[in-house]
């Protein structure tokens, strides 16, 4: 069984979900950031508690990463995406630590029919990343290219 | 020698410079996705070449993260770095290819002399992504707390 293929059209601002949840390991954390930003905070745990996070803490590249793998397998499916344009007011509000599981909640948020590319609109996903508890850890607004409906021919 | 430690007051909007190139190789694109973006056209060469991008891509979340090593190495040393807040107005303009040097161009914008929490204030970090030719391919604004000058005592 496929999924409805749903044009710019089909998608109605509020309407969302969640996602299940992924659960970073330290493992996780010290190769992202070995590899990507390797600050003492995300690469060994006596330096991270002497950092204000006061504790070892994934690389915010790594956050927005996992964050963008949830939405692909969970909001995107079954969406006629083209391309991610970009997003805006990113925001990391709390460290995210070790071995905590992390959900996205999302609903789609300002429409608008034209990106300068033919057949196409623009969508905006707002999207929160939840710790275990409830708490938002991150919070962006990500801009993607949806296709548009074709004409019936 | 050690940088003069530069406060939240020291940095001027409109200052700032430009770093060195780093060159993602074909193999590095591959790497990072295969972990954290495992779309085709970040995957694999002939499936690249039917999609949008026309041949391999680096994940814009890799670029984002290979941004930031940049700017880390490049337009942060010396400056009384407390925190990423996040960032505004990321777009991705054109795909990064393997094997194109990508060099960032920064300047300092807006200051702001709070953030909520005591002794630090936000400065805005205006960068660009150019590949070789000088083509734009990323830009976003970098949010950072920043240590205010102490109060002599």
């Known amino acids: 069984m496929s ?3 749903r044009y710019w059209e089909d998608l109605r601002s509020g309407d969302g979900g969640e996602s299940p949840a ?3 390991t330290r493992e996780d954390i010290i190769s992202f950031a070995i590899d990507y930003d390797p ?3 995300h690469l060994d745990e006596e330096a991270a508690k002497q950092s204000l996070f006061g504790g070892l803490a994934a690389s915010g590249w ?3 990463s996992l964050t963008f793998a949830l939405l692909r397998e969970h909001a995107l499916p079954g969406v006629a995406w083209v391309n991610n344009l970009g997003f805006n007011d990113l925001r990391w509000k709390r460290p995210v630590k070790p071995d905590i599981p992390l959900r996205v909640r999302y609903s789609w948020g ?3 029919p034209e ?3 033919p057949g196409t609109g623009q969508a905006t996903l ?3 990343v939840l710790e275990g508890d409830g708490e938002v850890a991150m919070e962006m607004s ?3 290219e949806v296709e548009r409906r074709p004409l019936e021919g």
């Open 142 to 144: 990500l801009l993607i």
């Open 126 to 128: 707002d999207v929160q």
């Open 62 to 64: 790594h956050t927005a």
């Open 115 to 117: 990106t300068g590319n």
């Open 3 to 5: 999924l409805p293929r």
């Open 39 to 41: 600050q003492p905070f």
């Open 110 to 112: 300002e429409m608008l």
């Open 22 to 24: 992924i659960t970073p």
